[in-house]
């Protein structure tokens, strides 16, 4: 067993770190979490991390300031308790989407979560397809972007696919995603579409182009939310003559589960550790195991 590294889940992907401690020999070590009465949350180390490197695992989704906030005070303690490092893989980092100004008199939430992260002690930041890398920026120290095309494509192999497929981007921030899996495929293309916003978690299609009669098509997002950027995608497809669609998404936010059941597959991965029925579910955990390695 290696014992200069320990590694730690809090509330949030217990399943994903114990897999992950298992597969590289690494204790899994032992947080408490309380609240008390008035709903203040406490943290308690109850393994020896002494010069120890230490990895937490845990994504910062709903309820994300909790789980944030998990991360920040289990640190102190970990500092406390002497740890030598303190890295943190957050395959699903929260408050990403808030990376820009948008409105006037708004703030760059990601900054203030990166700031947050780092002034606390933590070291190295892993995550995994971050919605905007650029957002590294933030971040004085590393922060790594694990890709998830490995993993879908062999979900689209495994599902008899070789070649000849339409990859579909719902909106340009996918773009770099779909290239990436569309270069897995033979005789396989991209095509974008143009998404606005009119308001948070409403969007609507400006405009798409290609070919999609008799076509195999597969959605491809790092974020299903409300499911609405997805479902304006599937239907414009299905108008449009396609034959089949799949969706392929990183990050299983689901705040409603309504994506449209004309779609033949929907593969999320455990980034965010939740049962959805009718999804297949991918582990991130191979990709975690070879970045702490
Ligand atoms: C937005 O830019 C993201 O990449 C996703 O497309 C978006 O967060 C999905 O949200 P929803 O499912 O609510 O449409």
Redesign the pocket.
Known sequence: MNTDKIIFSLSANKKLAKQVATSLNIPLGISELEHFEDGELIARCKSDVKDKIVYIIQSTAAPATENIFEILIFVDALKTGGAKEINLVVPYLGYS?QDRIAKEGEPISIRVIANAFESNGIKKIISVDL?NPSIKQFFNDELVNLSPTPLFEKYLRDKGFESDLVIVT??H??NSRAIELCKCFKNTTVTYIEKRRSAP?K?HIISIDGKFEGKSCVII??????????NNAVNILFEKGAKEVYVLATHAVFSSNRIDKRVKGIAVTDSIEKEIPGVDIISISKLIIEAIK
Not at 221 to 230: E, K, P
């Open positions: 989407r919605h719902p909106d921030g996918s978690n969007s997002d790092d974020i299903i939310d409300t499911g609405g950027t997805i």
